[in-house]
C-alpha cells in the first residue's frame, strides 16, 4: 500500500514538474534558511552549558540601583564579598574570585599587551575547564603560577609542552617571573570565559596596596559559586539585600552620606544564563541579547512558515487537476483514510526531498555564514547535541503541516458532482484560504523589509551623528597610562606634534569608544544632594584636538595656575585648595544651570575641592549612542593620562600612524605600541547592530523569494481557470492591457492588505527597538512606504509576465479549453 502511494506521489510530481519545482524549491529555501538560523540560535542557547556543574555553578553580578548614578549591571562585584557569601550561605560549597589585569608580557625582549585574570587558588577546582597539560588541582599553587591558554602558549612557546618555562610579566612597573604549570584546551567558542591567562592572586600581588582585597567601594572582582545539591538559589537572592544591609560598611562610599548598600544590588546568576543576560558590562566575552536571539528564532519560524504556505496554497489551487484522479478512486472503493494518507505521503516525500537539498545548503553555505557572524557554527547530525532527528522531525512536521488541509479538503469531494461531464474546472479550493494565506505571507514580507529599513536608517546614523566632537581624521594612542610610558608622556606628545600631518595633539583618560568610568560628586551651595558627575583627566590640547566646541566660557589654558588641578586632587593637598573646571552641557544642566553662560563662575565642592566652573563645552558621546548622554566634569591635570588623542590632515594616515609607532618605540620600547583609528572604533560599537540589518535583510529577500513563488504559481493556476472567461472577454473587445490589469489587480488586493497589517507591527517593534538608543532617527513614514511600495512592484512584476502571456493568447484556443 505504501509503495503503491509512494509511487502516485512520484508519478503526481512528475507530471507537473513546475508545481514539483516552486514547491521543492520553495520548501528547500524555507528549510536551509530555518537551520541556518536555528544552529546561530542554539549556539548562544548553549553557552556553558558544557561547564561541569554548569547548573550549580553561579556568578555574583552587581546592579546599580541608586536614583542618583546611570544605571549598571556589571558581572563584577565586591572582592570581600566572595569570603562573606562561604561564611554566611551554608548553601554554598565552593567560592572563588579572580581580578582581571592587563599586564605586559616579556618574551625574548619584544613587549606585548596580554589580558590576565589573577585568581584564588581554587579557580580551576570550581570552574572545571579542559586542560591540556597540568593538573587542575594544583596548577595555581604556587605564588609563581601561571596557566596560559593554548592559543597564548602556542604564540609565546610553539606548539611544545610549555611546563616549567617561564614569562617576565610586568604589572604596574614591577616585572615578575612567572611559571608556567597548567595549559588550558582550546574552549568551546560557546562560553563567556576567557582565560588566556591566569596566575594566583594573593595579597603578595598587591604589597604596594595590601587595603585593594578588602574594598567595599569599588566592583573589581568577578566572583563565582557552587551551590550544593539541592539547594535554591532564589532563596539566597532573596536574603541577599538583607545580607548587604548587614555586610557592607556603611561608610564605605569616602562621603560617608550615601550607604554602598543603598547603590549596589548583588545577584547570583547561573552561568549558563550570563552571555544572554542583562549584566553586560566588565563581560570577559561580548554577551548577546535574549530579545535578539529570540527574534531570530521567530524569523527563521517565519521564513520556513511562508514555505509552508506556499504549499497549501498551491495544493488547494491544482485541487481541480486532481479532483477526477479522487472521484475515480473513490468509486473503485477508496477509502477517504486511504486518500488522506497518499496526500499526505505526497507532502511528506516533498518535505523530504527539500530537507536533503536544504542540508546540501546548510553544508555549503555554514562556513560563509559563521564567518559573517564571527562565530564558529557547526551542524553534527549525531550525538548529544546532533541535529538527525530533530531534521527528520521538522521536515515530517512541515510535510504534515503544509499537507494537512489539501489531504483533507481534496479527499471531501463527492464523485458524483466532480464526474459530472466538463465540470472539473469549477471545483476549486478555497479562494478565501488562498487569499489569507498570500496576505500573510506578504505581511510578513512587508515587516521584515520595514525592520531591515529602519536598522540600516539607524545604525547609518549612529555611526554619523554629531557626536560632539570631529571623528575624521582623529587616531588615538593608548598604553600611556603605563608606569614605564608616563614619566615620557609629554616627550611623546611633543614630538608627535612635530611630525608632518599632525594639527593636534592632546591626552586624556577618556577617549571615543572607551570602557573607562570614572564618578565624582559635585556639591552645590544651597542643595543638599550630591550630584554625580563623570569626571575626567584632560590637558590644556585635548578639547582643540578632538574638536569639541566650547559653548560659554573658556578651555583650560596650560599658563593658568588654577587651571592646573593635580595639586588640588593630590592625596596630601593642603585644605581649602581650589582649582578650574570645565563641564559638559548636560553636566552644566544636571547643576542647576538652565543655559551654559550661566554656569560660568560658578562655585562647588568636587569630592571635597572647591572648585569653579570656567567653561562649558558641547556634550560629547564617547560610547554607544544606546546610552544616555553622560554629564561630564573635566579637570586638567598633567598626570594620570591613559591615552593620547591625534588629530591629523595627513594623505596616508597610515603611514603617519607608522612615524608615531617610531616616536613610541625609540622612547619607551618595553611597552606595546596600540593606536587606532577612531572611526574604526566607533564603527565595532555598531557591529551587532549592522549584523542584524544584514540578518533582516537576507531574511527579507528570503521571505519575497519564497512568497513570489507562490504568486506565480497560484498567478498560472488562476489564469489556466479562467481561461475561457479570457477568451470570451477578448472575442467581446476586451485588449489585451485590460486583461492584464484584470489580473494583476487580482493578486495586488492581498499584497495591499498586507501593507495594512505589516505597517503597525512594524511600527511597534521598530519603536521599542529604537528606543534603546538614546540619538535615534525619527521613525517616519518613509521606510513603510518604500517597503509596501517594493513589495508591491515585486508581486506585479512576478505575474505581468504571466498574465501578459495569457492576455496575448488566441481566444480561438481559449474557447476550445476544456
Same mark, same amino acid.
Given at each position: 500500500?505504501?509503495?503503491?502511494?509512494?509511487?502516485?506521489?512520484?508519478?503526481?510530481?512528475?507530471?507537473?514538474? *513546475?508545481?514539483?519545482?516552486?514547491?521543492?524549491?520553495?520548501?528547500?529555501?524555507?528549510? @536551509?534558511?530555518?537551520?541556518?538560523?536555528?544552529?546561530?540560535?542554539?549556539?548562544?542557547?548553549?553557552?556553558?552549558?558544557?561547564?561541569?556543574?554548569?547548573?550549580? #555553578?553561579?556568578?555574583?553580578?552587581?546592579?546599580?540601583?541608586?536614583?542618583?548614578?546611570?544605571?549598571?549591571?556589571?558581572?563584577?562585584?565586591? !572582592?570581600?564579598?566572595?569570603?562573606?557569601?562561604? %561564611?554566611?550561605?551554608?548553601?554554598?560549597?565552593?567560592?572563588?574570585?579572580?581580578?582581571?589585569?592587563?599586564?605586559?608580557?616579556?618574551? =625574548?625582549?619584544?613587549?606585548?599587551?596580554?589580558?590576565?585574570?589573577?585568581?584564588?587558588?581554587?579557580?580551576?577546582?570550581?570552574?572545571?575547564?579542559?586542560?591540556?597539560?597540568?593538573?587542575?588541582?594544583?596548577?595555581?599553587?604556587?605564588?609563581?603560577?601561571?596557566?596560559? &591558554?593554548?592559543?597564548?602558549?602556542?604564540?609565546?612557546?610553539?606548539? &611544545?609542552?610549555?611546563?616549567?618555562?617561564?614569562?617576565?610579566?610586568?604589572?604596574?612597573?614591577?616585572?615578575?617571573?612567572? /611559571?608556567?604549570?597548567?595549559?588550558?584546551? %582550546?574552549?568551546?567558542?560557546?562560553?563567556?570565559?576567557? $582565560?588566556?591567562?591566569?596566575?594566583?592572586?594573593?595579597?603578595?600581588? !598587591?604589597?604596594?596596596?595590601?587595603?585593594?582585597?578588602?574594598?567595599?567601594?569599588?566592583?573589581?572582582?568577578?566572583?563565582?559559586?557552587?551551590?550544593?545539591?539541592?539547594?535554591?538559589?532564589?532563596?539566597?537572592?532573596?536574603?541577599?539585600?538583607?545580607?548587604?544591609?548587614?555586610?557592607?560598611?556603611?561608610?564605605?562610599?569616602?562621603?560617608?552620606?550615601?550607604?554602598?548598600?543603598?547603590?549596589?544590588?548583588?545577584?547570583?546568576?547561573?552561568?549558563?544564563?550570563?552571555?544572554?543576560?542583562?549584566?553586560?558590562?566588565?563581560?570577559?566575552?561580548?554577551?548577546?541579547?535574549?530579545?535578539?536571539?529570540?527574534?531570530?528564532?521567530?524569523?527563521?519560524?517565519?521564513?520556513?512558515?511562508?514555505?509552508?504556505?506556499?504549499?497549501?496554497?498551491?495544493?488547494?489551487?491544482?485541487?481541480?487537476?486532481?479532483?477526477?484522479?479522487?472521484?475515480?478512486?473513490?468509486?473503485?472503493?477508496?477509502?477517504?483514510? +486511504?486518500?488522506?494518507?497518499?496526500?499526505?505521503?505526497?507532502?511528506?516525500?516533498?518535505?523530504?526531498?527539500?530537507?536533503?537539498?536544504?542540508?546540501?545548503?546548510?553544508?555549503?553555505?555554514?562556513?560563509?555564514?559563521?564567518?559573517?557572524?564571527?562565530?564558529?557554527?557547526?551542524?553534527?547530525?549525531?550525538?548529544?547535541?546532533?541535529?538527525?532527528?530533530?531534521?527528520?522531525?521538522?521536515?515530517?512536521?512541515? &510535510?504534515?503541516?503544509?499537507?494537512?488541509?489539501?489531504?483533507?479538503?481534496?479527499?471531501?469531494?463527492?464523485?458524483? @458532482?466532480?464526474?459530472?461531464?466538463?465540470?472539473?474546472?469549477?471545483?476549486?479550493?478555497? #479562494?478565501?484560504?488562498?487569499?489569507?494565506?498570500?496576505?500573510?505571507?506578504?505581511?510578513?514580507?512587508?515587516?521584515?523589509?520595514?525592520?531591515?529599513?529602519?536598522?540600516?536608517?539607524?545604525?547609518?546614523?549612529?555611526?554619523?551623528?554629531?557626536?560632539?566632537?570631529?571623528?575624521?581624521?582623529?587616531?588615538?594612542?593608548?598604553?600611556?597610562?603605563?608606569?614605564?610610558?608616563?614619566?615620557?608622556?609629554?616627550?611623546?606628545?611633543?614630538?608627535?606634534?612635530? $611630525?608632518?600631518?599632525?594639527? @593636534?595633539?592632546?591626552?586624556?583618560?577618556?577617549?571615543?569608544?572607551?570602557?573607562? /568610568?570614572?564618578?565624582?560628586?559635585?556639591?552645590?551651595?544651597?542643595?543638599?544632594?550630591?550630584?554625580?558627575?563623570?569626571?575626567?583627566?584632560?590637558?590644556?590640547?585635548?578639547?582643540? *584636538?578632538?574638536?569639541?566646541?566650547?559653548?560659554?566660557?573658556?578651555?583650560?589654558?596650560?599658563?593658568?595656575?588654577?587651571?592646573?588641578?593635580?595639586?588640588?586632587?593630590?592625596?596630601?593637598?593642603?585644605?581649602? #585648595?581650589?582649582?578650574?573646571?570645565?563641564?559638559?552641557?548636560?553636566?552644566?544642566?544636571?547643576?542647576?544651570? =538652565?543655559?551654559?553662560?550661566?554656569?560660568? &563662575?560658578?562655585?562647588?565642592?568636587?569630592?571635597?575641592?572647591?572648585?569653579?566652573?570656567?567653561?562649558?563645552?558641547?556634550?560629547?558621546?564617547?560610547?554607544?549612542?544606546?546610552?544616555?548622554?553622560?554629564?561630564?566634569?573635566?579637570?586638567?591635570?598633567?598626570?594620570?593620562?591613559?591615552?593620547?588623542?591625534?588629530?591629523?590632515?595627513?594623505?596616508?594616515?597610515?603611514?603617519?600612524? *607608522?612615524?608615531?609607532?617610531?616616536?613610541?618605540?625609540?622612547?619607551?620600547?618595553?611597552?606595546?605600541?596600540? *593606536?587606532?583609528?577612531?572611526?574604526?572604533?566607533?564603527?565595532?560599537?555598531?557591529?551587532?547592530?549592522?549584523?542584524?540589518?544584514?540578518?533582516?535583510?537576507?531574511?527579507?529577500?528570503?521571505?519575497?523569494?519564497?512568497?513570489?513563488?507562490?504568486?506565480?504559481?497560484?498567478?498560472?493556476?488562476?489564469?489556466?481557470?479562467?481561461?475561457?472567461?479570457?477568451?470570451?472577454?477578448?472575442?467581446?473587445?476586451?485588449?489585451?492591457? =485590460?486583461?492584464?490589469?484584470?489580473?494583476?489587480? +487580482?493578486?495586488?488586493?492581498?499584497?495591499?492588505?498586507?501593507?495594512?497589517?505589516?505597517?503597525?507591527?512594524?511600527?511597534?517593534?521598530?519603536?521599542?527597538?529604537?528606543?534603546?538608543?538614546?540619538?535615534?532617527?525619527?521613525?517616519?513614514?518613509?521606510?513603510?512606504?518604500?517597503?509596501?511600495?517594493?513589495?508591491?512592484?515585486?508581486?506585479?512584476?512576478?505575474? @505581468?509576465?504571466?498574465?501578459?502571456?495569457?492576455?496575448?493568447?488566441?481566444?480561438?484556443?481559449?474557447?476550445?479549453?476544456?
Amino acid at each position: 500500500m505504501w509503495r503503491n502511494y509512494l509511487t502516485v506521489g512520484m508519478r503526481a510530481l512528475a507530471k507537473n514538474k *513546475a508545481y514539483a519545482f516552486i514547491n521543492i524549491f520553495g520548501l528547500t529555501i524555507g528549510l @536551509a534558511a530555518c537551520l541556518l538560523i536555528l544552529i546561530f540560535v542554539r549556539h548562544h542557547l548553549s553557552y556553558d552549558a558544557w561547564l561541569p556543574n554548569a547548573e550549580r #555553578t553561579f556568578q555574583l553580578q552587581s546592579e546599580r540601583v541608586a536614583t542618583t548614578e546611570p544605571a549598571t549591571f556589571t558581572q563584577k562585584t565586591f !572582592f570581600p564579598a566572595a569570603a562573606a557569601l562561604a %561564611k554566611d550561605f551554608p548553601q554554598i560549597e565552593k567560592v572563588t574570585a579572580a581580578w582581571d589585569t592587563r599586564p605586559i608580557v616579556l618574551k =625574548d625582549g619584544r613587549p606585548t599587551d596580554a589580558d590576565m585574570l589573577m585568581a584564588d587558588e581554587n579557580f580551576f577546582d570550581l570552574l572545571q575547564v579542559p586542560f591540556l597539560y597540568g593538573d587542575p588541582a594544583t596548577v595555581l599553587s604556587g605564588l609563581d603560577s601561571l596557566v596560559l &591558554g593554548e592559543e597564548e602558549a602556542r604564540r609565546h612557546f610553539g606548539s &611544545g609542552n610549555p611546563l616549567g618555562r617561564t614569562l617576565t610579566v610586568v604589572r604596574r612597573g614591577v616585572p615578575a617571573d612567572l /611559571r608556567v604549570t597548567g595549559v588550558i584546551a %582550546k574552549l568551546p567558542e560557546n562560553t563567556h570565559l576567557a $582565560l588566556p591567562m591566569v596566575s594566583r592572586l594573593s595579597p603578595a600581588t !598587591f604589597a604596594d596596596e595590601p587595603e585593594a582585597l578588602e574594598r567595599w567601594n569599588s566592583v573589581p572582582a568577578y566572583v563565582y559559586a557552587r551551590l550544593r545539591p539541592g539547594s535554591d538559589v532564589g532563596a539566597i537572592n532573596s536574603a541577599l539585600p538583607a545580607w548587604e544591609k548587614k555586610t557592607i560598611p556603611v561608610d564605605s562610599v569616602g562621603s560617608g552620606e550615601m550607604s554602598r548598600a543603598d547603590r549596589w544590588a548583588l545577584h547570583l546568576a547561573n552561568v549558563r544564563n550570563i552571555h544572554l543576560g542583562r549584566f553586560q558590562e566588565s563581560a570577559m566575552t561580548a554577551g548577546s541579547d535574549r530579545t535578539t536571539i529570540v527574534t531570530f528564532a521567530v524569523i527563521a519560524l517565519l521564513i520556513l512558515g511562508i514555505a509552508c504556505v506556499n504549499f497549501t496554497n498551491l495544493a488547494t489551487a491544482r485541487a481541480s487537476q486532481r479532483a477526477r484522479e479522487v472521484a475515480l478512486r473513490k468509486v473503485l472503493g477508496a477509502m477517504r483514510r +486511504q486518500l488522506i494518507a497518499q496526500f499526505l505521503g505526497e507532502s511528506i516525500v516533498m518535505a523530504g526531498l527539500a530537507l536533503l537539498l536544504a542540508l546540501s545548503v546548510v553544508e555549503l553555505t555554514l562556513p560563509a555564514f559563521s564567518g559573517f557572524l564571527g562565530t564558529e557554527l557547526s551542524l553534527s547530525y549525531i550525538g548529544g547535541e546532533g541535529a538527525l532527528l530533530p531534521m527528520v522531525a521538522l521536515a515530517l512536521a512541515v &510535510g504534515i503541516l503544509g499537507g494537512v488541509y489539501p489531504a483533507f479538503y481534496l479527499s471531501g469531494f463527492s464523485p458524483a @458532482a466532480v464526474l459530472k461531464a466538463n465540470q472539473a474546472s469549477t471545483v476549486q479550493g478555497s #479562494t478565501r484560504l488562498r487569499t489569507l494565506l498570500v496576505v500573510g505571507q506578504f505581511a510578513v514580507s512587508i515587516a521584515l523589509i520595514i525592520c531591515t529599513a529602519v536598522v540600516y536608517m539607524q545604525t547609518q546614523y549612529v555611526r554619523t551623528a554629531d557626536a560632539g566632537y570631529q571623528r575624521d581624521g582623529l587616531l588615538v594612542m593608548k598604553n600611556l597610562g603605563r608606569k614605564a610610558a608616563a614619566p615620557v608622556a609629554e616627550t611623546i606628545q611633543r614630538e608627535v606634534e612635530r $611630525l608632518d600631518g599632525v594639527v @593636534a595633539t592632546g591626552r586624556a583618560d577618556i577617549t571615543p569608544a572607551s570602557d573607562v /568610568r570614572r564618578t565624582d560628586f559635585a556639591k552645590v551651595p544651597g542643595r543638599t544632594d550630591l550630584i554625580p558627575l563623570g569626571s575626567y583627566v584632560v590637558d590644556a590640547g585635548f578639547f582643540r *584636538a578632538m574638536g569639541i566646541r566650547t559653548l560659554a566660557g573658556r578651555a583650560f589654558a596650560a599658563n593658568r595656575a588654577l587651571d592646573d588641578s593635580t595639586a588640588a586632587f593630590g592625596d596630601d593637598a593642603p585644605t581649602g #585648595t581650589a582649582a578650574n573646571v570645565v563641564v559638559s552641557a548636560a553636566g552644566a544642566k544636571l547643576l542647576g544651570f =538652565d543655559v551654559p553662560l550661566a554656569a560660568i &563662575g560658578a562655585q562647588m565642592q568636587v569630592d571635597d575641592v572647591p572648585v569653579t566652573i570656567v567653561g562649558v563645552v558641547a556634550d560629547v558621546q564617547y560610547r554607544s549612542m544606546r546610552e544616555e548622554m553622560e554629564p561630564i566634569l573635566y579637570r586638567m591635570s598633567g598626570e594620570d593620562h591613559s591615552s593620547l588623542v591625534v588629530r591629523f590632515a595627513s594623505a596616508a594616515p597610515s603611514e603617519l600612524m *607608522a612615524r608615531i609607532g617610531g616616536v613610541w618605540r625609540r622612547h619607551v620600547p618595553d611597552v606595546p605600541f596600540e *593606536a587606532v583609528f577612531v572611526e574604526d572604533a566607533v564603527a565595532e560599537l555598531y557591529q551587532a547592530d549592522e549584523a542584524r540589518g544584514y540578518v533582516f535583510a537576507a531574511s527579507a529577500a528570503l521571505a519575497i523569494i519564497v512568497g513570489c513563488l507562490g504568486l506565480y504559481a497560484l498567478a498560472a493556476f488562476a489564469a489556466e481557470r479562467r481561461t475561457k472567461e479570457i477568451g470570451l472577454r477578448k472575442v467581446l473587445g476586451a485588449r489585451s492591457r =485590460d486583461i492584464v490589469r484584470l489580473l494583476i489587480w +487580482q493578486f495586488s488586493k492581498p499584497v495591499i492588505i498586507a501593507n495594512l497589517i505589516a505597517w503597525p507591527v512594524s511600527w511597534w517593534v521598530m519603536r521599542d527597538w529604537l528606543n534603546g538608543f538614546d540619538a535615534r532617527i525619527d521613525l517616519g513614514p518613509a521606510p513603510f512606504v518604500l517597503a509596501g511600495g517594493l513589495a508591491l512592484a515585486i508581486a506585479v512584476g512576478t505575474i @505581468a509576465g504571466h498574465a501578459l502571456k495569457v492576455a496575448r493568447a488566441n481566444p480561438i484556443h481559449a474557447l476550445r479549453y476544456e
